[in-house]
């Protein structure tokens, strides 16, 4: 019943599948020697549950809820890591922040993520999905966030995009530029702004024109790539959903939900506006779009963050909550509407997928933890395979079928707790959302997904089940932890030194800010 397939025979199914695919690719190119264009959408802390789609009462979502019936609805979809930076890494990359270098080793199983005090950022010995698209003649811009790291040889300019306008790191504040400096807003390798100084947020009305711009960037470059007729990657990332949250004044009020909602609403309009233009440039037939977020809904925000759905707890955690994200693949007269695929996926198959359509091959003696996605988009195809679930350095949890195996718990420690910071709000599952880090490894804690979306109801270890599920899935765990190899951690180190006090371009604004003495030490990650 649970039949085996080792990382080397998936590989091996990988590559016949990758074959045909390009196979089909070269036929199709006959008649349309047009690469696909490539947008990804990617939200900011948006939950599983905020779509209307996925059942959120408020359904507020007109748009997404449109695209996903003009395409495929991803229910189990995951992203590679329940913070930012790791998430974004995996995507770009196609590869787990173990490997990719997006975790510490300070602390057993903690996130990191990239402040801007971090030292570290993306390697230059990662090669990132524009620098591949490239060699194809594809033009890539980013727009929106990056935090991939912060220091000039971390930005996207110099990992393969063509273009970049936003921030690389969240838009927390307002600093004082005395001890903390304002984040800067780059266009391209400059920066051209700081955020609540030339682009305001209000936190006390929560208004901000910040998606408005981003959707202009979008739609700009949609139009003027389509006038080259040459083939694009989009990556679109606004950030209003995650703290603070903001929306523009036309959407602000609007929601039953309240401010969260409004900016949900304000990015649904968006994704509206730029489905609509690909359409209107007739380009939507020649355009793979694919919608998700970093990572779960951030239930310490309360009344002012997303929501999971049924799913256990939030960001931070490799439960349900935090990974499970809301995904939606687009792609009209290629991929038949109104499609729901079960399919056990990952953004990290993203990667492997975008390559495929470019017509691009995987770079060599890499390792990629994604697979082709082809078989799904086109042919309804489902793919067995094992998605694992990291904090930092730690393995938590697999998924595998229906099933999903923890081999740590952890909610968050109890100092934090006892501070009122919960990530599991209102949800206290006995031996599972644990405060102490729990090694499960001798006998995980195993959940049916199908039965227990909420992971509220361990299998016995005692039963028939659980012993012939768990064969199998030590097993992959095995094959996947003898083959691992960690990359370099970039998370360890902090220093203020390296904040954004002088961006590139600083001068030309006069928004250079002096840096105070360096002062590397370890970083400090709570969660
Ligand atoms: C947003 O743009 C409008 C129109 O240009 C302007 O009136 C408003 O002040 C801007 N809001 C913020 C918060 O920047
Ligand atoms: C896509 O649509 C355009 C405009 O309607 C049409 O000219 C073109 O042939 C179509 N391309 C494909 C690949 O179907
Ligand atoms: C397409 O789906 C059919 C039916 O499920 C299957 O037999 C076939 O192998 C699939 N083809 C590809 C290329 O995945
Ligand atoms: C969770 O519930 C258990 C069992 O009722 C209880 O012992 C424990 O204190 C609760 N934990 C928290 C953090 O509330
Ligand atoms: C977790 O438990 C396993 C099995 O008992 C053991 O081999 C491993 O060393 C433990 N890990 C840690 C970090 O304590
Ligand atoms: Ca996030």
Known sequence: MHEIRTPKKMALVGLKICALALFLLLGAAAEDERKPNIVFMLMDDMGWGDLGVFGHPAKETPHLDNMAAEGILFPDFYCANPL???????ILTGRLPIRNGFYTTNDHARNGYTPQNIVGGIADSEILLPKILKTEGYYSKIVGKWHLGHQPQFLPLEHGFD???GAPNCHFGPYDNIHTPNIPVYKDNKMIGRYYQQFAISRKTGESNLTQIYTEEALDFIETQAKTQKPFFLYWAPDSTHTPVYASAQFLGTSQRGLYGDAVRELDDSVGRILLKLKDLGIANNTFVFFSSDN??????KT?????????CGKETTFEGG????????WPERIKPGQVSHQLGTQMDLFFTALLLAGAKPP?????????????????TITDRPVFFYRGNEMMAIRYGLYKAHYWTWTNGWEEFHRGVNYCRGENVTGVTTHDQMNYTSSPVLFHLGRDPGEKYPIESSTPEYKEVMVT???LVSEHKSSLIPGKPQLNMCDPAVMNWSPPGCEDIDECLKAPPSNPTKCHWPH
């Open 364 to 380: 060599s003696g890499v390792v990629l933890d994604g697979i082709d996605l082809t078989p799904t988009l086109f042919n309804h």
């Open 296 to 301: 779960g809904a951030a239930l310490v925000s």
């Open 304 to 312: 002012r963050g997303g929501s999971n759905g049924p799913f256990l």
């Open 473 to 475: 899935i030590r097993e």
């Open 163 to 165: 273009e970049w306008f």
């Open 323 to 330: 990974m499970r994200e809301p995904s939606i693949a687009w």
């Open 84 to 90: 930012c930076s790791p998430s974004r890494a995996s």
